[in-house]
């Protein structure tokens, strides 16, 4: 392992850190996914309805959403060390509040207590593991972050179905716990100060304007699947999201200092890689979302057995992340996402032609083979678009990155739960036929359902391809030096 110091020129046992790092980092992400199968436990423990309990998801992705773009500003203001000390330890508070709470507004307190450490430790894992390995290195250093960020989310439903039928929902926070002390034990001795600081003063308003403007943006979206596009509260926050984050932008394009660097798209080799991981993500969570549903409506299976069926395709892209980190640093990522994105759209292809009677296991092996596409893209297109800004730039560069897929997500969410809810809709059988021909009915409402699952999917192709076109215009060498850099942005 390559010798490294930190900002006052002490060596770093570097293996010891990112040990450190994934670690608490593979934990947190965990937690985003791991109530997905205990909404009806909880619901019959607090007695409380479906849109209440969606709410320990949808605080959870606001107040983590509004985080990210601090992140940036709490980088270069607080000392590495205590910064990931400070984020953990928050998570550490949100969870034994989660874990004791007797009534759903603790509950939920704890979780959006929980949000705020997490909205800083993901894009701090990408700061500090950009800072302390070279370019030429940085795509194995972020294909082992691929281990956290890509196989955490998806074990977590799988996780939290064998929990809850056997332990309670309690366990779920309480498992974590050991963890958290383990990771704030290990942050005392092995995390160490490696990111420079600046010590730049906060732009109350762009704080405000990015709050609130993500905010609503995200809340809006959030709101879609239950209430649809048209609703009034949906639009209203959509609308007023944008127009707050428009004034966000403006500011910041005019500012000295700016809280949150933008004209980091002036390199044509970020904003590429940004959008293109984006169109990866949004595919890939599209699909996580919709074939559980599907396994569970149309199949008749558990939430612990359709986690178990998705099971294989997280280890596959557990397994790959870090070789495909080290192809990454030898042929660079345009080779890699243009095979990747035509894996996961081929892969993605079956699942628009799914019948009742499709058997489990192909649709297991096909996931698998999907999430091997993602492996190649999701990761190397980050430490691309990273490569390509100066190390001071790079943690503007992780919060703008993490901002738009956090949004590009929540997008992805609410489109496609429109779609498999409009199409199934439209093309139900009408009521009277209940009481006329209640066998036609079931037939025709499950083949409409069915019909929504295809458009919902088709959908999902649609990125996948759209992403994979644009792959052409990736850069063909491996960036080995940083094309923005602070002196250009301050043009």
């Known amino acids: 392992m390559q010798e490294v110091r930190d900002t006052k020129g002490r060596k770093i046992n570097v293996a010891l850190l990112v040990v450190t790092l994934i670690t608490g980092v593979f934990i947190t992400v965990l937690n985003q996914t791991i109530l997905a199968t205990a909404f009806p436990t909880l619901m019959k423990e607090f007695n409380i309805d479906t849109g209440t309990v969606q709410w320990l998801t949808t605080g959870f992705m606001l107040v983590n959403g509004i985080m990210i773009p601090v992140s940036a500003y709490l980088a270069a203001k607080v000392p590495t060390r205590w910064l990931y000390i400070g984020a953990m330890s928050i998570f550490g508070v949100g969870t034994v509040v989660a874990f004791i709470a007797?009534?759903?507004?603790?509950?939920?307190?704890?979780?959006?207590?929980?949000?705020?450490?997490?909205?800083?430790?993901?894009?701090?894992?990408?700061?500090?593991?950009?800072?302390?390995?070279?370019p030429e290195k940085r795509g194995s250093a972020m294909g082992l972050a691929g281990l956290a960020i890509g196989v955490a989310p998806a074990i977590g439903p799988t996780l939290s179905g064998w929990v809850i039928d056997n332990f309670g929902w309690r366990t779920l926070f309480?498992?974590?716990?050991?963890?958290?002390?383990?990771?704030l034990i290990m942050s005392?001795?092995?995390?160490?100060?490696?990111?420079?600081?600046?010590?730049?003063?906060?732009?109350f308003l762009s704080l405000v304007e990015s709050s609130i403007g993500f905010g609503l943006l995200l809340y809006g979206f959030?709101?879609?699947s239950s209430n649809g596009w048209l609703d009034p509260i949906v639009?209203?926050?959509?609308?007023?999201?944008?127009?707050?984050?428009?004034?966000?932008?403006?500011?910041?394009?005019?500012?000295?200092?700016?809280?949150?660097?933008l004209r980091v798209f002036t390199s044509k080799i970020f904003t590429l890689s940004t959008i293109l991981g984006s169109i990866a993500n949004m595919a890939m969570v599209g699909v996580e979302m919709?074939?559980?549903?599907?396994?569970?409506?149309?199949?008749?299976?558990?939430?612990l057995e359709s986690g178990l069926t998705l099971l294989p395709g997280a280890l596959m892209m557990g397994v790959m992340s870090p070789i495909t980190?080290?192809?990454?640093?030898?042929?660079?990522?345009?080779?890699?996402?243009?095979?990747?994105?035509?894996?996961l759209t081929v892969g993605t292809l079956p699942y628009a032609f799914v019948t009742e009677t499709t058997p489990s296991i192909f649709i297991t092996i096909i996931y698998a083979v999907r999430m091997f596409g993602v492996s190649m893209v999701m990761m190397p297109l980050t430490t691309n678009g990273m490569n390509a800004l100066s190390g001071e730039l790079i943690r503007h560069g992780t919060a703008v990155n993490n901002t738009i897929r956090q949004v590009a997500t929540s997008m992805?969410?609410?489109?496609?739960?429109?779609?498999?809810?409009?199409?199934?809709n439209n093309t139900a059988p009408a009521k009277h036929m209940l009481t006329t021909n209640p066998l036609g009915y079931k037939h025709q409402f499950f083949s409409a359902t069915l019909n929504g699952y295809h458009a919902s999917f088709w959908c999902a192709i649609a990125f996948s391809c759209i992403g994979w076109i644009l792959t052409f215009f990736l850069n063909q060498k491996v960036v080995k030096s940083q094309d923005v850099t602070s002196k250009e942005v301050a043009k």
């Open 188 to 203: 005392i001795f092995f995390m160490r100060d490696v990111l420079p600081n600046s010590n730049p003063k906060l732009d």
């Open 174 to 183: 309480g498992m974590l716990l050991p963890v958290i002390v383990l990771v």
């Open 222 to 224: 959030s709101e879609v």
């Open 325 to 343: 980190g080290i192809v990454f640093d030898r042929i660079g990522a345009k080779r890699l996402a243009q095979l990747g994105l035509f894996i």
């Open 102 to 134: 007797d009534n759903f507004g603790t509950l939920l307190a704890g979780r959006l207590i929980q949000a705020v450490g997490v909205g800083v430790t993901m894009p701090l894992l990408q700061n500090i593991m950009l800072s302390i390995f070279p």
């Open 412 to 424: 992805t969410t609410a489109i496609l739960v429109s779609i498999l809810t409009n199409v199934t």
């Open 235 to 261: 639009l209203g926050s959509i609308a007023g999201g944008v127009v707050v984050i428009a004034l966000f932008v403006y500011r910041q394009l005019h500012m000295k200092n700016p809280f949150l660097e």
């Open 290 to 303: 919709i074939l559980p549903l599907y396994l569970q409506i149309i199949h008749g299976k558990s939430a």
